[in-house]
Nanobody, 116 residues
Framework: QVQLVESGGGLVQPGGSLRLSCATS????????MRWYRQAPGKQRELVAS???????FYADAVKGRFTISRDNAKNTMALQMTSLKSDDTAVYYC??????????WGQGTQVTVSS
């Protein structure tokens, strides 16, 4: 297991921006596929974006063009830059690191609320 810590959540108005970060102290970070999930009240957890250790990215249709995932292997960190936020983006956001040998490790989650 890898301990992951998210930060950067908060309250933002519709149309605003927010940047989430996910960090670990372990250098194994560089071999992990990193993902952002979110879970809104009453809904299932869904994949938002992912980035492989080589930098290949994936985005859910709902966030494509608005969110950008990135990673810094030297600092063992990952980020999710969110722009043009909508009320539908309100959720708890979780980072997850995955490898075939370790399985998945989750952060504790950070709340994002988009409201005027």
């Amino acid at each position: 297991q890898v301990q992951l810590v998210e930060s950067g959540g908060g309250l933002v108005q519709p149309g605003g921006s927010l940047r989430l970060s996910c960090a670990t102290s372990r250098s194994i970070f560089r071999v992990l596929e990193m993902r952002w999930y979110r879970q809104a009240p009453g809904k299932q957890r869904e994949l938002v974006a992912s980035i492989t250790r080589d930098g290949d990215t994936f985005y859910a249709d709902a966030v494509k063009g608005r969110f950008t995932i990135s990673r810094d292997n030297a600092k063992n960190t990952m980020a999710l830059q969110m722009t043009s936020l909508k009320s539908d983006d309100t959720a708890v956001y979780y980072c997850m690191g995955y490898s075939s040998t370790l399985g998945g490790s989750w952060g504790q989650g950070t709340q994002v609320t988009v409201s005027s």
